[in-house]
C-alpha cells in the first residue's frame, strides 16, 4: 500500500512539532519522523484526501511560521526509517534510551522501546530532563502518575527505579497502544496504561510522584486536578514549556498549594519540581 508523506518545516521548532503531531494523529497520520528543520508525517493513501489538513488548527497560528510538501510514496518499512533517524541517548551516564535494533547499553538503567512516534523518545529536551529528574528521586516503593505518557519512557524509568505502583495516561489511542507494547517490552508488571485526560483521575488518589510533560497550556487547566490526587509532601514534575514561562506555571502551582523547589534547563526548555505542603 502506499503512503503520503508530508514533510513540514517549522520555525521555531519545538512544541509547535508536538501540537502538530497530536492535530495530524487525530485525522489519520499513523507515523512521524523528527527531521532537523521539522517533522515528516505518513498517512495511508486510501485515508487520505485533498482537504486533509483543512482542520490543522496550529497550520493557521502566528505564533510559528509551517510550510510544507507531500509526495506519494511505496509502503514504508518503519524499522528501516527508525534505524536512519533514532540514535541510542543516555542521560547522565546513568540512562539509555534505545530502540529494539541497537545494541544493549551498559548503563545501570536501560529502557528499550520501538519509537512508532518521534516524542518520547527522549531526544527532546523535555523528556530527558524529566529523566533527570527521575535518577534523582526516591522511588522504592511510591506511587506514580504519568500524565500525557506518550511512549511511557518516563513511566518505564518510574518502574525501574523502584516504584511499586505506576499509571500512565495518554489522550492519544495510538500513544497508548504503543506504550502497553514498550510496557511490556521493559518487563515493568506495576504499570497500567490508559486512556483518557486530567479527568480521568476523578477516582484516583495518593500518588507519590506525579510527572507531566505536556504543554503550558494544557499544564495550567489541570494543575488543579493534579493536587487532589497528590499526597502531602509528595512532588510534582512538569516540563513541556520554556523558561520564560515558569513564572505563569509557578503563579498557578503555588495558588494550589505546591511549592517550587529547582528547576533544570536544556536549550531554553525547562523541567519544574513542585512540592505540595503538607
Known sequence: MNYI?????????????????????????ESFVDTETGLQAYIQEPFWNADILSDIQILHSEEFQITYTHQTIEQVNWNEEWEKHFEPITVDDECTVRATFHPEAHTPYEIVIDPKMSFGTGHHETTYMMLQFLLKEELKGKKVLDMGCGTSVLAIMAAKRGATEVLAIDVDEWCVENSIENVERNGCKHIKVQLGDASSLANEKDFDLIIANINRNILLNDIPQYVPVLKAGGSLLLSGFYKEEIPLIREKAEAYGLQYIENLERNNWVAVKFKKQA
Open 5 to 29: 508523506e508530508y514533510t513540514f518545516t517549522i520555525a521555531p521548532m519545538g512544541v509547535a512539532s508536538e501540537i502538530l503531531v497530536a492535530e495530524l494523529a487525530e485525522v489519520g497520520f
